[in-house]
């Protein structure tokens, strides 16, 4: 009960940080640039921090060698989620400037900010490992394919037709990701002063990413969030494909295919980040390609509230196994 009440907890102290971000916003406190300049600066400077120091701090070489079996499960379901996603894209025909956020909304959990403190007070310290697997699966599946179909799902007409940027291919958080790796498997010392400031770097994505997305709410007006059609079909492959295709795959691997049996503190691990919100920060990387903002803030916000009663639901679910 407990864990459930720290969960829960957790949901509403994201709840109370966007009304911040809309609440200063009505008042004036912030320029009309305001945003924009936040969206830099977790871009290209705190995102690669967070995740550099997050894989350094959670992940060692042991741990991750000896997890890389439970890697095609969480693989396979990101493929899986991209195939659907696709195909619900063209059946529903979703808009240019959407495409890529219903895709990364299915697909991608805000793992890291939500998942990661949840996982921590429903199953404790001891579920860690398991949490990294399906981290790493939704960082690399984020940074390496889901941003880049929102770079290029744009309503920006001077961005279509140009040439292929092969800076997309390696956005600043893929490349802090790819840099810890490299300190990670080369045993590379980081100086105190460094991960220090790197740490406090890092931990300014959350609030910052909250806070735009209350700016983001103020701009488009209470009224934004709703359950449209495209919105609707989002979410309810967010909180119920994703989570049974993962169970699904559990079961078809171990009793079909007669790969290694996961632990139930693996299976219940996978279950509840596959559940989790949409990414925090998918209103700013959609700002970035010039896309339909107000919608990617909508999925963010409705996702995060939702999640306060999808949690309890997987929750007793997950209770008898």
Known sequence: MEAFISSIGSILSIVLIIALGYILKEKNWFSDS???????????????????????????????????????????????????AYILVKILN???????????????????????????????NESLPYFLVYYVTN???????????????????????????????????LLGFIVALIFLVFSIPVPAFINSTLSYLGGIVTPLSLIYIGIVLHNAGLKSIKFDRDTTFALLGRFIFSPVVMLVLIKFGSDVLGLKDLSTMEIKTFIVQSAAPALAVLPILVNEAKGDVEYATNVVTTSTILFAIVIPIITTLLAGM
């Open 34 to 84: 305001f945003s924009g300049n936040i969206s830099k600066l977790i871009m290209n400077i705190a995102l690669p921090a967070s995740i550099f120091v997050s894989v350094l701090k959670y992940l060692t070489l042991k741990s991750l060698l000896s997890l890389t079996g439970a890697l095609v499960y969480t693989f396979s379901s990101v493929i899986i989620g991209y195939i659907f």
């Open 139 to 173: 960082t690399v599946s984020t940074w390496a394919f889901g941003a880049i179909l929102i770079s290029n799902d744009t309503n920006d007409k001077q961005k279509q037709g140009v040439g292929f940027n092969w800076k997309k291919l390696l956005p600043p958080p």
């Open 94 to 124: 979703v808009p240019i400037g959407r495409r890529g956020t219903f895709i990364n909304t299915v697909v991608n959990a805000n793992t890291i900010f939500i998942g990661l403190p949840l996982n921590i007070a429903l199953f404790g």
